[in-house]
């Protein structure tokens, strides 16, 4: 089910950098776990990043870890994305999602709450 909403996506040179926003959309619940994954062509979902606002914690896949970060802006209601150093492989739609289940954060896969993605296109 769509709830949130994401934007940001676009088109950038290899080692560019672009920032994705998630906006909250008609997800209403309290949220304890945001997180962003992908779809590259061709290949399966992969999980890039999570936040655990609970915790205060932040957890990274490996292919992203040092160049993508997770943020969230409490007052404006929105969780960031900042991507640097993009290659062509960074090519995909790219997805926010949020789970509201106390306590750690699980695979933001399972994150039942997620947008209809923004395009991430590297040249």
């Known amino acids: 089910d769509v709830q949130l909403v994401e934007s940001g996506g676009g088109s950038v040179q290899a080692g560019g950098s672009l920032t994705l926003s998630c906006a909250a959309g008609r997800y209403t619940y309290k949220r304890n776990c945001m997180g962003w994954f992908r779809q590259r062509p061709g290949k399966d979902r992969e999980g890039l990043a999570v936040?655990?606002?609970?915790?205060?914690?932040?957890t990274y896949a490996d292919s992203v870890k040092g160049r993508f970060i997770i943020t969230r802006d409490k007052a404006k209601d929105l969780v960031y994305l900042q991507m640097n150093g993009l290659q062509p492989e960074d090519t995909g739609m790219y997805y926010c999602?949020?789970?509201?289940?106390?306590?750690?954060?699980?695979?933001?896969?399972?994150?039942?709450?997620r947008g209809q993605g923004t395009q991430v296109t590297v040249s």
């Open positions: 936040l655990w606002i609970g915790g205060a914690t932040t």
């Open positions: 999602a949020a789970d509201q289940l106390y306590g750690t954060c699980r695979d933001v896969l399972d994150f039942p709450a």
